[in-house]
């Protein structure tokens, strides 16, 4: 039953080969082939021996040689084809991984982002992906290829002495023994270079983001010293898989020479009885290493498999780890937006990172299309934790939140989040032109763009830029400023134009002069709700609904029950 479990847990990654069962049939074929030629060889071999060379013949020495020469090149043919096949193989098969892997990050619960560091991940998608790739090119190319020519190589024994082949045959159950033993070191080691690995591109990821503080607080003595530490255990970790690897290659070395003299020694024996001409001698040497050979590969691919093993393990944790609701739901759409009283509601949601400290506690909440709702706290009083809690990045410990009268743990993620366009001070910049970052699905015309960008105040700086809608923003916008950026994000929302807009701080980073465009936005589209969190009490002069989020409680300060307030001024704030 264990092995069964064991069997179907590595198959969810390598049933992708499944995709290129006609390029492994042709590249069976290929190696049949290949291994009936390279298994007629050493026969051949044997007859320009014994016909050719000790009969002084030389017409059937050239006659034998030139078969000898048909089939070597044939086989290189062959090879050549095999490779060609299996490279599709190969590639085609790493290219799905590295899929699978994508769409798991854009469907894997936000938690996961969390716990894992940028560095980490990437990390262990190009180690693992690397590592598992070669196993199924080691298992494809080695070990069919091995298996047929090994099979071949016990014909041509048999055919030679079958008695010295069973005794050659001996060996087999001793090198399968040292090489599990041998691999089973090798697993542990293993686990403990991608243990060290992980701890130090965790270490390595925070000092990038964290450069800035480094560079200003003059800490490079301190982060060299810590640098070593991880660096002496990976190199340390290293070294043993260097070490361990050399032992399991001198231990086969060992075993194989053993075997060689061995066979030397019976030759020369069945020689005197004549139980075997020179030329079978040849011949029986060049099938044991057809046989010898192709038997050591298999067992490299035991131990190397076990190598590989840990990196199989973590990317299908990686895979099987929680993934967010996509199912297809035709109940949310535009009809509901306007047919529904309260848009959003909030029932009762407690929320915590941890057991101990509570982050909301039993939140109430009802949103109408049109309102205006302000939200305001401390900084880490949970605000953007209610976000998140909206858009299904996190999910309720406790209590439900409805949208549209439906509670969003049935809808899709897909569904839900095109109801919210998201204005948040760490939003993030794709590398490419400023129009792509304003049209992040690709799918607006160019004027709709110009026409956000005009709404939005970024037009005053986008006609000053070289290029100005082709303009390369950078990584993540380093090339525009914190006050353009906050323009460009705010186009986003005016191109998405959905029903329900969540502001978290809108206008950080923008200057006065900008702040009419803010304004503007809210006061041209009065049947879009906006949500915002703010500790600008400015902000305030357009909500009609005020909430203070305070030791984990909502507790609403100003209601109004109106669609659209022009101006109120909000005394019961102050």
Known sequence: MEKIQYENKYSKIFKNLFHYKVQIIIFMFYLIISSILVGLQPLVIKYITDQGLIRKNLHNTIHFVTLFFILNMLGQFIQCLQM?????????????????????LYNVKFDYFQENSQARILNMIKTDIDYIAGVVDNFVAISLSALFQGVAGLIGLCIINYKLTLFMVAVIPIKWLVTTILSKKKNKIIEELIYNE????????????????????????????????????????????????????????????????????VCVML?????????GVFAFISYYSMVISPLDLLLELKYTWESTRPSCDRILEFLEYGEELHEKDKDINEKNVYRADSIIRIENVSFSYSQDIPILTNINMSINKG???????????????LFYLLLKLYHPNEGNIKLYNRDISELNVADLRNNFAVVSQK???????????????????????????????????????????????GKNGEKLSGGEQQKIILSRTIIKNAPIVLWDEPTTSTDKSSMKYFNNIVKENPMKTFIFITHNYNELKWANKVYELKNSHLEPIYLKHSTYVKETSHEKVQ
């Open 371 to 385: 309102d205006r709702v302000a939200i305001i706290g401390e900084n880490g009083a949970g605000k953007s934790t």
């Open 271 to 279: 020689l005197i009885k004549n139980q075997i001409t020179i030329g």
């Open 84 to 104: 060609k096949t299996m490279s599709g193989i190969y590639n085609g098969f790493k290219s799905k991984l590295h899929e699978s892997a994508f769409l798991k």
């Open 198 to 265: 992980q701890h130090y591109f965790d270490w390595l990821g925070e000092q990038i983001g964290g450069i800035k503080e480094i560079k200003l607080w003059g800490l490079l003595k301190t982060k060299i010293k810590e640098f070593t530490y991880y660096q002496t255990k990976i190199i340390g970790t290293h070294n043993k898989n260097i070490i361990h690897d050399q032992l399991s290659l001198s231990a086969e070395s060992i075993i194989n020479n053993i075997v060689y003299c061995l066979l030397y020694i």
């Open 427 to 473: 939003s993030h910049f794709f590398s490419g032109s400023i129009s792509n970052n304003i049209d992040l699905r690709g799918d607006a015309n160019p004027q709709d763009i110009i026409n956000a960008a005009e709404k939005s105040g970024a037009i005053s700086f986008i006609n000053n830029l070289a290029g100005m809608f082709d303009y390369d923003v």
